[in-house]
């Protein structure tokens, strides 16, 4: 109880030595979770985007379609009552829809774009999707019409307005070909690049005369489930009970990019762990010294008190845990106040990355929202305490192996 | 049995290739409940003396027991809890921990020497500051005493676990005479009252009065040891 008592308050004998220790490792902290918020947002809403708008929690294709991933109209299967029942009978699944996805170029006027045309079924699209909902001109498209809905960008760039024409030219199932063509019958702006950008919807009775297929001939059948959590053990049971040759996926495989910036997260995090442990340690290995330092002739009197080495260790060790645990509140009080922020307002992409924003290949064009972790509270807050143990037990053991008389005496 | 005898003991520094005796061949017995000064001019081995009678220090050679213990075959842990509970210590500049209270700094002596439980300890320890002259100074820090203050404080705390010997270092050095006189006569009270073995090491002809043995220190050897009556 005393060592505690002694530790506590050699900490507020030099308040000002002891809060810029503690305030370095409380700054590094602060950094930590705002990374870690900031990226598992940039994640979160990544995620949400791709299965929004996207690919939906789980796919079902052609193991070619998932490996090539170029659209080839040869990688088609026959949608058929037997693959809708294994659907419907999931309680999981809420919602379904099958696509056409083929390769294609947009003419409008004299411009014209390479995109991803993607014949739907617009009622059980608009079921599974929320394209329809980010509307900023026009209606969405009714089954059997012959207008397009494309994204803003994609409009921008090829001056296409509500009304005017466009014509999708492309390769059709025998390799000839043809082209379809029509009204821009809505434009859309969502925080997907790739729908913003890259893609064309037609509706699939319109499209398919036109590519040469039968009207249950799918690409794929994207399929939304109740929980995300769940997505990978649904693709795994659907993979496993689909036949045909068929292959169900979840989104995390669809998008490589996605998987790899989640392992580079967790490398960011560990370089800023280190850089912590750096940083803290000599923090506190510099405290620790200055202390033993000053308190040469008390560790000396300690010691004619009969303290063994053991004892003095603790002292300090206690000190250097309570600068951890000073610095660990700190931090984790200043990133619950700023994760919290930054939860609630949000950053605008653009601030952080320019005009460059699109660049980035994320699927994100709005703002990002903090994210919760009270893991990563919980184990920066004790990360810090343990390196502030582990940093001080050097300096400690330099500070209790001081000969008695040599510190009593000031030598 | 005798408290502390040393027979032929030695003690030499090394500074780089030189060597400095400090202490040559001394033999000394000390019983229990002696008011010993040990006197000499400076550099004379008064101080080593009594580092290594009180386990701060090997001797190089010779023999040091304590109550009959060698204590040459001791491990550092070994001295350090002989003198956790059997030696105290009165150093010329108090040496008292700065963060702690005059009571949690006597308290403190008492419950690492262990067999006092919280409430025993802070009552004895505050008895113990009263008897000194403490009363309602007891939750005062060092900073906030004067020097005759800390030296009561720290003659309260070598002496609140009741240690067979308290080996004081020039403890009158820092204080007036008026004060010197008044620790003194505590230490005098509690030697009568605890028959706790003391042993000073000084230059002040006034602890020297005080004494009932004398010991003379010169280059390292004793050249005087006179006992005085009551």
């Known amino acids: 109880m005393y060592y505690f008592r002694i530790a506590f308050r050699n900490l507020f004998r030099r308040k000002k030595r002891t809060f810029v220790a503690a305030g370095v490792l409380a ?63 999931r309680d999981e699944v809420t919602a379904f829809t099958p696509k056409l996805e083929f390769q294609a170029e947009l003419i409008g006027g004299r411009e014209e774009f390479p995109v991803k045309a993607t014949a739907i079924d617009t009622e059980s699209f608009r079921e599974t999707f929320q394209v329809h909902e980010y509307l900023v001109e026009g209606e969405f498209i009714e089954p059997g019409e012959s207008g397009v809905v494309i994204g803003q960008q994609l409009a921008e760039m090829l001056e296409l307005d509500i009304g005017d024409f466009y014509t999708l030219y492309f390769q ?240 | 049995m005798p408290l502390l005898q040393l027979e032929n003991v030695e003690k030499i520094y090394k500074q780089g290739e030189i060597e400095v005796p400090a202490l040559r061949g001394v033999d000394l017995t000390i019983s229990r409940g002696e008011f010993t000064s040990v006197f000499g001019p400076s550099g004379s081995g008064k101080t080593t003396l009594l580092n290594l009678i009180g386990a701060l220090d090997k001797a190089t050679s010779g023999t040091i027991r304590f109550n009959g213990d060698e204590l040459g075959g001791f491990s550092r842990d070994d001295l350090a809890m002989l003198r956790r509970r059997e030696i105290g210590f009165i150093f010329q500049s108090y040496n008292l921990i700065p963060v702690l209270t005059a009571q949690e700094n006597v308290e403190f002596a008492l419950r690492i020497a262990g067999g006092e439980n919280k409430k025993n300890s802070f009552e004895k320890a505050r008895s113990l500051l009263q008897e000194v002259g403490l009363e309602g100074m007891e939750d005062r820090r060092p900073n906030e005493l004067s020097g005759g203050q800390k030296q009561r404080v720290a003659v309260a705390r070598a002496l609140v676990k009741e240690p067979s010997l308290v080996l004081a270092d020039e403890p009158t050095a820092n204080l007036d005479s008026e004060t010197s006189r008044e620790v003194l006569g505590i230490m005098l009270d509690m030697n009568e009252d605890l028959k706790t073995t003391f042993v000073f090491s000084t230059h002040d ?10 010991l003379e220190l010169k280059d390292g050897q004793i050249t005087q040891d006179e006992r005085r009556g009551d």
């Open chain 2, 205 to 214: 002809p006034m602890v020297m009065d005080y004494a009932r043995r004398l």
């Open chain 1, 27 to 89: 700054f590094a902290i602060l950094v930590f979770l705002l990374i870690d918020s900031f990226m598992l947002g940039m994640m979160e809403i990544s995620f949400s985007n791709l299965i929004d708008f996207e690919t939906a929690h789980v796919q079902m294709a052609r193991p070619d379609f998932f490996d090539e991933e170029d659209f080839s109209l040869d990688d088609t299967f026959t949608f058929t009552g037997e693959e809708k029942e294994l659907l419907e009978a």
């Open chain 1, 172 to 411: 059709d199932d025998t390799g000839s070909f043809n082209t379809i063509q029509g009204e821009v019958r809505g434009i859309v702006s969502t925080p997907s690049p790739q729908v913003n950008r890259h893609t064309a919807y037609v509706s699939r009775e319109y499209a398919y005369p036109a590519v040469g297929l039968e009207g249950d001939k799918a690409s794929q059948v994207m399929v939304q489930i109740d929980e995300r959590e769940r997505a990978g053990a649904v693709a795994a049971a659907l993979d496993e009970d689909v036949g045909g040759g068929l292959r169900a996926r979840s989104y995390r495989e669809s998008s490589e990019m996605l998987e790899s910036m989640e392992v580079w997260i967790t490398i960011e995090n560990y370089v800023i762990l280190g850089l912590i442990l750096l940083v803290g340690a000599i923090g506190i290995i510099n405290v620790i010294v200055l202390s033993a330092l000053e308190r040469v002739e008390e560790i000396g009197l300690m010691k004619a008190m009969g303290l063994k080495e053991k004892e003095i260790i603790r002292i300090f060790s206690l000190e250097a845990g309570g600068i951890g645990i000073l610095g660990g509140l700190i931090g984790c009080g200043l990133g619950a106040l700023t994760v919290g922020i930054f939860a609630r307002f949000g950053l605008d992409l653009e601030i952080v990355y320019g005009e460059g924003v699109e660049e980035l290949g994320l699927p994100i064009l709005e703002r990002i929202y903090g994210v919760w972790n009270l893991s990563a509270f919980i184990f920066v807050f004790i990360f810090v305490v343990v390196l502030a143990l582990a940093a001080s037990l050097l300096p400690s053991i330099w500070a209790a192996r001081k000969d008695p008389i040599d510190a009593i005496y000031h030598r």
